[in-house]
């Protein structure tokens, strides 16, 4: 079974900084998805980027941009010039190709200090 | 214009009662699901609809009974509650196998 793993419980980041936040999963296939969502305290799942494992090209998003390594099944999100907004829960979630059950990491909280 | 909408937003409910979540979804997706998200904000998959046939089954207690009479609709009835189910409970749902998940906004559930 696919399982995703984020090691960081909690982060924080100065306002205008950037932080990246860490996740890592395990799978046998080789054609997937890989998501990052916020949740911020309204409970809402925002999507913030996707990425697909048969894309060399790390996707961005404005100020998020993610680092994946396919070969080390390592997927991070870089938060650039951070802003109070992005306080939130981060998780990282994985869905193989044509599959229907993305699988969640555990999250990882998000402070942004002002 | 609310892409997946689910009801109520919130549930207050005694012990031994039985309630009911309901979703819609106006995205034309032919996949939906409930996911649970428990008081350590975990996220874990409890069902999951294809065009009305169920797909994916978690081991989840047989209280909890999805129903889904179209593809844009998809309720869960939750029997005999118990404490232990209080979280906040999603639906979401997809395109093409492949899209993101599209989620409602959640309903907390509060058992007492």
């Known amino acids: 079974a696919q399982t995703v793993t984020q090691s960081q419980p909690e982060m924080s980041v100065q306002e205008a900084e950037t932080v990246t936040l860490s996740c890592t999963y395990d799978?046998?296939?080789?054609?997937?998805?890989l998501f990052w969502y916020k949740q911020p305290p309204s409970r809402q799942m925002i999507l913030v980027i996707r990425?697909?494992?048969?894309?060399?090209q790390n996707a961005t998003e404005n100020r998020f941009s993610v680092n994946f390594q396919k070969a080390a099944k390592s997927f991070s999100l870089k938060i650039s010039d951070s802003q109070l907004g992005d306080a939130a829960m981060y998780f990282c979630?994985?869905?193989?190709?044509?599959?229907?059950?993305?699988?969640f990491g555990p999250g990882t909280r998000l402070s942004v200090l002002p | 214009d609310t892409a997946v909408s689910q009801t109520p937003k919130y549930l207050v409910t005694q012990m031994g009662n039985d309630k009911s979540i309901k979703c819609e979804q106006n995205?034309?997706?032919?996949?939906m699901y409930w996911y649970k998200q428990d008081s350590k904000k975990f996220l874990k998959i409890m069902f999951s609809?294809?065009?009305?046939?169920?797909?994916i089954n978690e081991t989840v207690p047989n209280r909890f009974s999805p129903k889904s009479p179209d593809k844009a609709h998809l309720n869960l009835h939750i029997n005999s509650l118990e404490l232990g189910d209080s979280a906040v409970y999603f639906c979401?749902?997809?395109?093409?196998?492949?899209?993101?998940?599209?989620f409602g906004n959640g309903t907390r559930l509060t058992v007492t």
């Open positions: 979401a749902s997809s395109q093409d196998r492949r899209g993101q998940l599209h």
């Open positions: 799978t046998s296939e080789s054609d997937y998805y």
């Open positions: 990425q697909e494992a048969y894309k060399q």
């Open positions: 979630a994985y869905n193989r190709n044509y599959g229907q059950n993305f699988v």
């Open positions: 995205l034309g997706h032919d996949t």
């Open positions: 609809y294809n065009n009305k046939e169920l797909i």
